[in-house]
């Protein structure tokens, strides 16, 4: 992971659904912080799961925080 804040969630989408973005690939739409912990594991970050998620400094999250997911 190569920048300061190397994983982007974007706004909710009508359904609910976030892009994750890292290192500027779009992942996939995710619908909970599980969905984020999965992709970023997917991603080489192996031991992460949901809390790791909601604290870490590398995640910016747009359109609301990790508790944001409803449009």
């Known amino acids: 992971m190569a920048s300061s804040t190397p994983v982007v ?3 909710p989408d009508e359904d609910g659904g976030r892009r994750v973005r890292v290192d500027g690939t779009i992942l996939g739409l995710a619908y909970s912080t599980r969905d ?3 992709f970023l594991q997917e991603a080489g970050l192996q ?3 949901e809390m790791d ?3 870490s400094a590398l995640i910016d999250w747009r359109g609301g925080g990790p508790d944001a997911w409803n449009h």
């Open 36 to 38: 984020v912990a999965a």
């Open 53 to 55: 998620v909601v604290r």
């Open 47 to 49: 031991g992460w799961d």
């Open 9 to 11: 969630i974007y706004p």
